[in-house]
C-alpha cells in the first residue's frame, strides 16, 4: 500500500501529476509516523471519524482511490496498486496527446 | 402527456425535502405541502381511468377509420374541469397546476385572443400557487409542456414569474434554462420569444447551478466515472489551504487512507 503510493509519487515527480492523501488518523498519528514513513504528498487530515470531505464522498471503507483526470473528471474509482498505476500512466498519456496540437499552434 | 405529467405531480411521495447545505440554511424554508393532496389523488387516480378510457377509443375509432370529429366522444377534461376548480379553490396546489395543463382540452371551443387570455390566467395562478409548495418542481417541468402548446409570450411571462417568486435557485435555473430550450410542438425551432435572454440571465445570475453547466455542456457533478469531481476547499498538514480544483492540469490520485 503505502511503499506503492511512494513510488508512485517518486516516479511521476516531473509529471503532471498530484497524489493527495485524504487522511483518517488521529492527527497525532499522522503527524509522528507521516515523517518516518516517508509520506512527503499533501495530506488533509480529516481525523478517526472522518471530516468534510470523507461525508461528502460517501467513503465507508478505506482505503478509498478516486483518480481524476485533468479536467478534474472522475476516471477510475477502487483502483490500487498495479491497477492505480495503470490509471494514473494511462491519463498522463491522454494528457500528453491532448495538449499535442495546442504546442502546435 | 400532460396527464402522465400530471399524474407525476400527485405521486410524488409526501417526503422531506432533502438537507440544504449549511450555506443555503438561512434562506431555505420548507415547501408547502398541497393541503387537499388525499382528495386530489383520489381526483387524479378517477380522471387517469377516464383518460386511459378515452385514449383506448380513440384508438378504436382510429382503427375504424372514423374520420368525423362529432363521433369522436368528449375529452374527459370537460367533465372532470367543474371538480378540479372546485378542490383548486378550497386551496388545492395540485388542481391550480392541473386547470394551467387542461386547460385548452376541456375548452375545444374556445379560441383566439379569448382563450389566449383566459389560459393566461389559469397559468398565472398555478405559478402563483405551486411557488415555493412541493409541487413547484412539477411546475417547472411543466413549462416545456405548455411551450408545446401554448402562446410563447404567455409561458414566457409564467417563467419569469415564477424565477422571481421561487426561492429554490437551482429551480429558477432549470426554468430558465427549460425555457431557453423548449420547442412547440411539431417545429424544430425554439418555442419561447426570450429563449436567448433565458440563456443569457441563466450564465449571469446562475452560474454556479447545475442547468447552467449543463448548458455550458460541462458534465454533471459527482462521483461516478465520467462525472465532474465535487470540488472542495481544505486545509493540509501543514495548515494550507487549497481546492481540489486548484489541480485542474494535473491527473489526481484522491486517495482515502490510513495508517491505523
Known amino acids: 500500500m503505502l511503499p506503492h503510493e511512494k513510488a508512485l509519487v517518486e516516479r511521476q515527480k516531473n509529471k503532471p501529476f498530484a497524489l493527495i492523501g485524504i487522511n483518517t488518523d488521529a492527527p497525532e498519528t499522522f503527524r509522528e509516523r507521516a515523517p518516518k514513513e516517508g509520506v512527503t504528498w499533501r495530506n488533509v487530515l480529516e481525523g478517526r471519524s472522518g471530516g468534510a470531505i470523507v461525508r461528502d464522498w460517501g467513503v465507508h471503507a478505506f482505503p478509498t482511490i478516486y483518480v481524476l483526470d485533468a479536467k478534474g473528471i472522475v476516471r477510475f474509482t477502487g483502483v490500487r496498486d498495479e491497477a492505480m498505476d495503470r490509471a494514473v500512466e494511462t491519463l498522463l498519456a491522454e494528457l500528453e496527446h491532448d495538449s499535442k496540437p495546442a504546442e502546435k499552434r | ?260
Open chain 2, 1 to 260: 402527456m400532460l396527464n402522465f405529467l400530471f399524474t407525476l405531480a400527485l405521486a410524488l411521495p409526501q417526503q422531506p425535502p432533502p438537507a440544504a447545505p449549511a450555506t443555503q440554511a438561512s434562506t431555505a424554508q420548507e415547501p408547502i405541502p398541497d393541503p387537499l393532496q388525499k382528495e386530489l389523488l383520489a381526483l387524479a387516480g378517477e380522471f387517469n381511468t377516464a383518460r386511459h378510457a378515452y385514449d383506448q377509443r380513440l384508438d378504436e375509432l382510429r382503427k375504424a377509420g372514423e374520420s368525423d370529429p362529432s363521433a369522436l366522444p368528449p375529452h374527459p377534461s370537460i367533465a372532470f374541469w367543474p371538480r378540479v376548480e372546485e378542490l383548486a379553490q378550497r386551496g388545492s396546489i395540485g388542481a391550480r397546476l392541473w386547470l394551467a395543463l387542461q386547460f385548452t382540452a376541456a375548452h375545444p371551443g374556445l379560441e383566439g385572443a379569448a382563450r389566449d387570455e383566459a389560459w393566461r390566467t389559469r397559468v398565472l395562478a398555478a405559478v402563483e400557487a405551486c411557488s415555493n409548495s412541493t409541487l413547484e418542481r412539477d411546475l417547472v417541468r411543466a413549462f416545456t409542456s405548455l411551450y408545446l402548446d401554448a402562446p410563447p409570450a404567455l409561458v414566457d411571462e409564467a417563467l419569469l414569474d415564477f424565477v422571481k417568486r421561487t426561492k429554490q435557485r437551482e429551480l429558477a435555473a432549470e426554468a430558465l434554462y427549460r425555457g431557453s430550450l423548449a420547442r412547440p410542438r411539431g417545429s424544430k425551432g425554439l418555442a419561447s420569444i426570450q429563449a436567448a435572454e433565458f440563456e443569457k440571465r441563466l450564465q449571469q445570475d446562475f452560474a454556479d447551478s447545475a442547468a447552467a453547466r449543463a448548458a455550458r455542456g460541462e458534465p454533471e457533478v459527482g462521483l461516478a466515472v465520467g462525472k465532474l469531481a465535487p470540488d472542495f476547499v481544505a486545509k493540509d498538514a501543514d495548515g494550507v489551504a487549497f481546492k481540489l480544483s486548484d489541480y485542474r492540469g494535473k491527473v489526481v490520485v484522491l486517495d482515502f487512507w490510513g495508517f491505523w
